[in-house]
């Protein structure tokens, strides 16, 4: 298994891990879905820094689609009925080795892809299988700056968050 200062790929789920998982309708039946801000900051500051990111979610949604060209994350996969065939895709979209990517999960449906991957990561949220598998565990639920919390620990353990937080200290 990779450990933090391998990894080169993060994918991550959106619905429990990118989000809070709640499912939002409005009066008109369009789903909404609720992202954090510093998340988004989190995953900029990845590719700066020279990591690829990508994104492998169940559903399919426009608004997936939205914010992830926003954040310009260009390998994702929606609709996945198998994570852990489909993090081959994503390995090859990438062009990084499993054993240097991470997954970020919250349910059942992530672990196949935890299975292939070689640092696997769950939300504190997430249900207690996905915990133990995971070689490390958030404190920050899904949603609510988890995917931020990944992110920085992997970057601290890579001995690049300094700089990261250096460009923003003037």
């Keep these: 298994m990779s450990v933090a200062k391998e990894v080169q790929l993060i994918i991550f ?8 998982g709640g499912l939002y309708v409005d009066d008109d039946g369009t789903p909404m879905k609720k992202f954090h801000v510093r998340d988004g900051l989190g995953i900029k500051l990845a590719q700066s820094a020279g990591l690829k ?3 492998l979610t169940g559903k399919v949604s426009e608004v997936v689609h939205h914010r992830m060209n926003e954040l310009g ?11 852990g065939t489909d993090v081959h895709a994503l390995e090859a979209m990438a062009g990084v ?6 997954y970020v999960g919250d ?3 992530d672990l196949p892809a935890f299975s292939k991957v070689g640092y696997p990561i769950a939300v504190a949220d997430a ?4 915990k133990d598998a995971a070689m490390f565990v958030t404190h920050a639920r899904g949603g609510q700056g988890a995917a931020r919390e990944a992110i920085e620990h992997i970057l601290k353990a890579q001995g690049k968050w300094d700089a990261v937080v250096a460009r923003f200290a003037g």
């Excluded at 619905?15 to 809070?20: R, S």
């Excluded at 994350?73 to 994570?83: P, R």
């Excluded at 080795?97 to 991470?102: F, V």
């Design 53 to 55: 990111i990508a994104v």
């Design 107 to 109: 349910d059942l449906i």
């Design 13 to 20: 789920d959106v619905d429990g891990v990118l989000t809070d």
């Design 73 to 83: 994350i260009e390998h994702f996969i929606q609709g996945s009925k198998d994570k």
């Design 127 to 130: 249900v207690a299988e996905v």
């Design 97 to 102: 080795p499993l054993e240097q990517t991470a």
